[in-house]
């Protein structure tokens, strides 16, 4: 299923920075005619209301409670897409003391977080004619990192998630899209060790727009990403996808 953003309403989590920022830009200069900005300070979105003005609409939100996804979804009741962008990230591989920690607190933010927004939105783009609902998830979701071992299993099962998700949203009409990202210019990028080779973030915002269009359900944006998805694209289309499309 295709979805053109021009015209349409969205709401972008962790829009004040990176990544999900450079999302809720390309969102806006491609027509959208508003975007909640989803964010623990509403103060940190005060630069996105500065440069389109009313057609940003700051809202609290904080994976950690999820209260605040339930009021998300209360508040933003006319949404048509819903880009779930907001995630951690524990430098942990699977020997280090603190692993175990690191990947309960991942799991708790990067899948039970994926969950909570898709329970909560779920009825709100059915109500709203589909609409589209697109997951960041990262390569780590289908290539192992040593370093950062719990990031890469909580991404796994994110993706996973993701992938139900295309299945059970498809019969409301919502499209669903799961990014990929490899190496991108951000804190998280950096607090990772890959500052030196990391891209940058408009790649995935433009990214997402394209993906939407185009109705594609995988979206590879970077150098580093391209290069793995050229690798994974047999299995995604004729397992993933095609399992989907046949379920």
Known sequence: MTFDVSGKVALVTG??????????????????????????????????????????????????????????????????????????LRNAGPLAEDAIEALQFEIEMNVFGLLRMAQAFAQVLKANGGGAF?????????????????????????????QALRDKLADQGTTVVSVHPGPIATDMANDAGLGEIAEPPSLVGEGVVTALKDGKFHLFPDTVAKQVGAAYASFAANVVEASSAEG
């Open 15 to 88: 829009a004040n920075r990176g990544i999900g920022k450079a999302i809720a830009e390309s969102l806006l200069q491609h027509g959208a005619t508003k975007l909640y900005a989803a964010v623990r300070n509403l103060d940190s979105a005060q630069a996105l209301v500065e440069a389109y003005g009313d057609r940003v609409v700051p809202i609290p939100f904080d994976l950690a409670q999820p209260d605040t996804i339930a009021q998300a979804a209360q508040t933003a009741t006319d949404v048509e897409l819903v880009v779930n962008n907001a995630g951690v």
């Open 134 to 162: 697109v997951q960041l998830n990262s390569v780590a979701s289908l290539r192992t990192f040593a370093d950062f071992a719990t990031y890469s299993a909580s991404k796994a099962a994110a993706y996973s998630i993701t």
